[in-house]
């Protein structure tokens, strides 16, 4: 059996755990392809929508972009009332995982960035977001990944050895953000994959 080196597993949820992306809601409000690529690239950028990640409320997001592209109004609007329409589902896969882990009793935690008003929303409807032994959330905090910050306040808040946590995020700059405080972390592409990982630090996954 392969020695344990983990405590805890620390997971990111957009990407990770929810199967999120806008097109799941525009795909049917701007039918045009090349329409709904610029309007999410050129109108509701990934910066605007990082600030609410990092704590400002939707209400004053879609207010301030509105003013700026009046003529887009009602599809910014449904940027905020429509965001659960960019939830496809869970990926059952790595849910898997996360129920495998807590019913052998190792920690699960949650490190993401999200807007504070839309992880509630999430976790009223996706019950594995509710399990977490604890959670540190950008839009609470005001500090995103892969600001050093929002991973010590993970490793401080709940008592954990960097070196002895493993930390799993689809984007490649947050992994690197974790591994510079001392956490052992990976890009998380597929469940199978990081169920390799898990083993091979001698979890007890199947």
Do not use: C
Request: aromatic share 10%; charged share 30%.
């Amino acid at each position: 059996m392969t020695e344990r080196t983990i405590d805890a597993v620390v997971f990111d949820i957009g990407g990770v755990l929810l199967d999120w992306s806008p097109d799941y809601l525009y795909a049917d409000l701007i039918p045009d392809e090349q329409e709904r690529t610029r309007f999410l690239t050129e109108v509701t950028t990934s910066a605007w929508n990082q600030q609410q990640d990092a704590g400002r409320p939707w209400a004053e997001a879609v207010a301030e972009l509105t003013a700026l592209h009046p003529q887009h109004a009602a599809w910014i609007e449904a940027y905020d009332t429509g965001w659960l329409k960019m939830v496809k589902g869970v990926f059952e896969g790595t849910v898997e995982l996360v129920d495998e882990l807590r019913a052998a009793g190792v920690p699960t935690y949650a490190l993401t960035n999200f807007s504070a008003e839309k992880w509630e929303i999430a976790k009223e409807t996706f019950p594995v977001l509710t399990g977490f032994d604890g959670e540190v959330v950008s839009g609470v905090e005001k500090t995103v990944k892969p600001d050093e910050k929002i991973y010590r306040i993970l490793l401080e808040r709940f008592g954990l050895d960097a070196a002895r946590t493993f930390y799993t995020d689809d984007a490649q700059h947050n992994v690197d953000g974790a591994r510079a405080v001392g956490i052992d972390a990976e890009l998380f592409t597929v469940a199978e994959t990081l169920r390799k990982h898990l083993r091979d630090r001698g979890l007890p996954v199947r």
